[in-house]
Each structure stands twice: as C-alpha cells, then as structure tokens.
C-alpha cells in the first residue's frame, strides 16, 4: 500500500512539467515504391541490376518492386522554453533501416539577438545544398536530391552551430559557422556497400560555413567544410587501422557553390561541389530545370560525379504534383551511367522508375 | 465529371477571393509603414523588425480563409503549396517557424488589438477601429 502511494507520487511528481513549454509536434513523411527496369549491374562484384538511390542509407532498387530505400517518416519535436530558448528533437524511420526509428537531430537553440542564434547538438551536416533538409521530400521537386552529388558517408555531427541572419539593401544574407565531430561505429556505406567487413568511419575537427545570398526570386549558396578522417577496420574480430600511405590521417576539403532561380513559372536549379581528400578530387554537379503549371510541374535533371577512377552521372525526367494542400505527387524516370574504371565501377548502368507521395503535417 | 466541376468550383473560389481586397493591419498605437517587399521578408521569416527597427510579430489567417489565399499569391506572390514546401524546409531544419495562425477575422483583430508589434491581415470588408490598416492588396 505504502509502496504503491510512494510510486503515485513520485509518478506525479514525474509528470509535473519542470518549465512552462509549448511543445510543437510537426512531421513530414515519404512513402516512395519503385524498380529497376533494366541495369547492367557489376560482373566483377557479383552484382545483380541495381540502382543506388541513397548512397549514405545504402537505398537500393533491384528488379523487384521495394518500397524500402526512399520510403521514411519524421517527427519533430520542439519545446519552446520562451526568452529565445528552444529544445528540438526529429526521430526518423527509413525503409532503408527496416524503419527503426533514431534521433537524427537533438540540439538546444537560443537566440542570442535579432540576428545570431547559438546552436549545440547533433545536427545535420549541411554540405550540399539539400543536405539539411534531405529527408523533407516535400520541400523539394525531386523524388530525391541527385545521388550522385550526395554521395558522403557521413551526414550527421554533433557539435556547436552559430546561425545568423542579416538584411542588407535587398539581399537577404544568412548562414551559419560549425564545428564538431561524428564518429560512426559501423558505417553503413563502407560496411555494407563498399566493402564486407565493418568499417568505423571518424570524421573529426569538422569546421566548416555556409553563406546564402537571397533576393527576390534568386538564390546562391556557398559552403566550405574541412575535416580529419580516421578509420578503423574490423576483420575476423580483429580491429585494425586503416592508413593512407604513412599516414594514420587524411584531411578533407570541401567547397561548394550553389545557384537557383525560382522566376516565375520557372525553377532553374544547380549545384557544383569539390571534395578534395589529400589531393585527390572529387567533383560532384547538378543542373536542374522545373516548369509550373499550376498544380503540375514537370522537371528535368542532370547529375555527374567525376574523380580520378569513379564516374557516374543520372539523366531524371519526373513530374511532381501538389494534389492535396500538404502533399505532392511525383513520378521519376532514371537513367544511370556507371563509366568508372574497372574495379571503381559503383552498380553499374541502369534504368529505373520510381514514384510516391510526400506529405508534411 | 466530378473532377471537372471540383475544378470549376475551385476556380469560381479563386477569382472570387482576387476581387475582395485585403487590408494589411496593426494595433492602433503602431505608426509603422510597410511596402510589400517588407511584408515578404516578416511573412517569410527573413525578418523580424519594421523600418524603425521595433519588434514585429507577422500572424497569419488559418488556411482555406480566403484572404489568407488572397494574400499568400498577391502579396507574397507564391502559391499555397510553394510557401508550405519553404516553411517545411526551414521548420525540421531549425531555421525558423511560421507565423502564428487565426481561424478568422475576428480572432486576428482580437490578437492584433492585444499586441503592439502584432502584424496582420484581414478582409478589408471586416476592417474596424480596433486596429489601424497600414496598407491594402
């Protein structure tokens, strides 16, 4: 009796909200089918027809319909703790991972004037101009940002975050400053795709920034990362690190620029990007070209990704359609070309279709 | 056939709410002017001061209330579906939040009325002395 009193009331007291919080629960999802149509696969890999369409998740298409690599749903969670202070939270589940949920984002915000907030947590690292929002299918005109450019195996960190906003003359200048670290135990890319045995992928001394330039209906990014990675290779349980020539480290560079207009009923989009990796580069663009009517709007869309041995560029055609006041329709044809040289080959060419919705509430 | 007169129906509501005008509203003790482009950078999260540099506060009209549709494509100059795909880009990146929403125009006149660096719209038909109009679309 006693007992069961002492855990009423402490369960009372658990309930007891500690601050006064808004909490505000918002969500997106993508539920995403599609098929490989026809595809070379890789002879020298044991390689069936595949399409890689998220090389970080490792989301394939095969023969067989999946609805698996691009299909996922998030849920945000933000406690707005008032005087500029905010807690948030996004659980994601992807088809990818058999849908087992994880917190993706956990940072604090607080906004330390009209134009600086300060940021600490595990966030996304925001490289490419899609990076940060990715998952938010919605918010974009593709069934998925091009895999070619999107191709880094780490896409999350944990660390600190300024961001600001400044408006001068007609342009809106915002971005932001980060630094931190992510040390990925079992690295899904490397382990699962590139390689057999597990792979710990180290990203660290990340530091990098993000300028945007806006005004009216252009919009030009730049960003620049640098970081130090270090790796560790597991083989028949024995742990052992990886080295690059005498060195037990590399250091990475990336730098990227961005331009997209958004001009009436036309949506013109491009991204260029380098990734240099003790001198080794690798280069990653986009161009993309969208057309409104109405509710429809047909795109068109060209990736290459260029380095010293792996080569690969997707040709997409696809139609997106805002059917429903929080949820578009889209439809994409891809055409793969795997030009790597032997050996560096990724899956090979193929044709693929795919199509879904994307909802936000 | 549904679909079609769906569609007609759709279309009698949108030319309807183009000829109703808009008036742009704040609290009565607001001097504040603001053109357009202002109003884009309050109402997209770009910014949160008028030109005197006093603290802005932009609030909406709940979706489906015609001068909300009226404003998002002749003020804000994007469709309905454009302005939910920005917001969804910034809200799960952590970059901003929309504006606050009221279910109609007596409830926006009620918030703006109770706030002085409240911002916000109503049918230019609802308009009263509660508030003062800084500008009409």
Known sequence: MKKTLIATATGLLLMQPLAHANIDISGYASVIGGRVLSGSGVEGFDLPPTFLANYPLVGVYEKDWTFKPDTRFGLQFRANLMDGLSATAQVVARGADDFDARFEWAYLSYDLNENWTLQAGKKRLPLYYYSDFFDVGYAYLWIRPPADNYTWQIFNYTGINAQFNYFVGDWDISGNIYTGREDDQENKLLSQFFGSNPIREIWKDIIGGVINLNKDWLDIRLTYMTYINERYRTVGGVVERVTWGDSLTRRGKFAGISVNMDFGDWLLLSELNRLDLDGGKFDTYMVSAGYRINAFTPYLSYADFDSENEKHSTTSLGLRWDFHSNAAFKIQYDDVKDKGVPGWEVAGDSKSISFGVDLVF | ?137
């Open chain 2, 1 to 137: 056939m549904s679909y079609v007169k769906a569609m007609l129906a759709v279309l009698l509501l949108l030319s309807g709410s183009v000829v109703a005008e808009i008036a742009i509203i704040v609290h009565p003790a607001n001097n504040a002017s603001v053109d357009q482009s202002e109003l884009n950078r309050l109402f997209l999260g770009r910014g949160n001061s008028f030109s005197d540099g006093s603290r802005a506060t932009p609030l909406n009209l709940a979706e489906g209330v015609p001068a909300r549709e009226h404003f998002d494509t002749q003020v804000l100059n994007r469709s309905s579906a454009q302005l939910k795909a920005y917001w969804s880009r910034l809200v799960f990146t952590g970059k901003g939040t929309p504006p606050a929403e009221h279910p109609n125009a007596a409830a926006m006149k009620a918030a703006v009325a109770a706030d002085p660096s409240a911002i916000g719209y109503i049918s230019a038909s609802d308009v009263d002395d509660s508030i003062r109009v800084v500008a009409t679309f």
